[in-house]
């Protein structure tokens, strides 16, 4: 991954950080579809202004903005850069990024109150993910319920399982509706919506290591490459395949 060529526009390597929950993308200035994302992202030109496209708004030139899950909606870059960082609705750094744009209309923020910070880090010869995502949204540093944490280990380990959240409530002791309460007010969103960026990662990581997409989403229990595909266009507006064939390398976040 990440040896094929890149634009002679950008000099340096497209990465996508990936953890479970949120993602980082910075490089290239890709061409991405219109689309109507399922995760909240905020999209920040490196070097030059965007065009954000949408219905309710027209066009609008800007240097960030933050746009809802469920909004479709197509960035037209001006420069050879972008960043885009995508976060779980209902997480906390959705909140915290959300707190931090200067105006909303429709729904959607303009102008993060930490613009210049992110372009600078975005810039730096050997950009820091962490440091642009707590930039971004906040440092989340909450404790988590201890049922809870070995729920999610049990995800992680077991990705591509069926185990569902009635049999992991009864694990932890608990009824299912008040593991579902306590799962989304711990993890940052809905046991459903973690056990797909849980996939989501494992394929990243398997891809990472030399594995082929259709192995690894099947691995991952995505029903096909198709159904990846599609979860992965509705999270950033291109497919995987585009993603990778355009010399961008994967790089997890999560332990």
Not at 34 to 52: K, R, W
Not at 130 to 152: H, N, T
Not at 166 to 194: C, I, N
Request: proline content about 4%.
């Amino acid at each position: 991954m990440g040896t094929a060529a890149l634009p002679e526009t950008c000099c340096r390597t497209a990465t996508l950080w990936l953890g479970t929950g949120y993602a980082c993308y910075l490089g290239a200035s890709l061409r991405l579809d219109a689309h109507s994302g399922s995760v909240q992202c905020l999209a920040v030109g490196v070097d030059a202004p965007f065009t954000l496209r949408t219905a309710e708004l027209g066009e609008r030139t800007v240097r960030s903005a933050l746009i809802p899950p469920r909004r479709v909606h197509r960035v037209l870059a001006h420069g050879d850069r972008m960043l885009f960082c995508y976060f779980d609705p209902g997480s906390p750094r959705a909140r915290g990024t959300l707190a931090r744009m200067a105006s909303i209309e429709h729904g959607i923020g303009f102008a993060h109150d930490a613009e210049s910070e992110l372009i600078a880090s975005a810039e730096s010869a050997d950009p820091d993910p962490m440091q642009i995502l707590d930039c971004a949204g906040g440092r989340v540093s909450a404790p988590i319920d201890a049922r809870i944490v070995e729920a999610i280990a049990t995800l992680r380990a077991n990705p591509g399982s069926t185990v569902d959240a009635g049999e992991l409530a009864a694990a932890v002791h608990l009824s299912t509706s008040r593991f579902l309460h306590l799962f989304s007010a711990h993890a940052g969103t809905s046991f459903r919506r973690y056990r797909l960026w849980v996939r989501m990662v494992h394929v990243g990581a398997a891809v990472s290591k030399g594995r082929d997409l259709t192995t690894a989403s099947a691995d991952a229990g995505f029903a096909s490459p198709s159904h990846f595909s599609d979860a992965f266009h509705t999270m950033c507006g291109l497919t995987a395949t585009a993603l990778l064939a355009s010399g961008a390398r994967i790089v997890l976040l999560d332990s």
